[in-house]
């Protein structure tokens, strides 16, 4: 009379012995061995060092212009502003360049004046008349 309840343990059993061993296999195969961890990390580091050579070759680095030493200049920055907000700030830049044209200084004329002239050629006749003085010594 219990026969079929006998089976149905028996049944049970033997379903829950398959799933505790498929289990354990799927457990013991996801297991990642610490040799292996540390061939993959040495794998990704030899990768990427030579994707950092190809890419220095293939692509040099640019060296960068020299940069002017002069009045520092406002930049712009590239985020949204308003025209107008734009408009005067590259006043205010313009005026300082102005400024700073104003004030430089002069560049001197080629043309000597006369005082220096005059000048140049004292000097030149001391130098002529010192040479004399050497010779006859």
């Known amino acids: 009379m219990f026969n079929w309840l006998r089976e149905y343990l028996e049944i049970r059993t033997e379903f829950r012995e398959r799933r505790t061993r498929l289990t354990k296999e799927v457990n013991r195969e996801n297991e990642i061995c610490q040799s292996c961890e540390t061939l993959k990390e040495l794998l990704i580091q030899a990768n990427s060092e030579k994707m950092m050579i190809l890419n220095k070759l293939v692509n040099p680095p640019v ?44 560049p001197v004329s080629e043309k000597p004046t006369q005082e220096e002239i005059k000048e140049f050629e004292r000097e030149l006749d001391n130098a002529s008349a010192s040479r004399e003085n050497q010779k006859s010594s």
């Open 63 to 106: 060296s960068a212009p020299p940069i002017e030493t002069g009045a520092p200049a406002i930049s712009i920055p590239k985020t949204t502003l308003p025209w107008r907000i734009k408009q005067q700030m590259m006043e205010q830049e313009d005026r300082k360049k102005a400024q700073l044209l104003r004030d430089a200084p002069k």
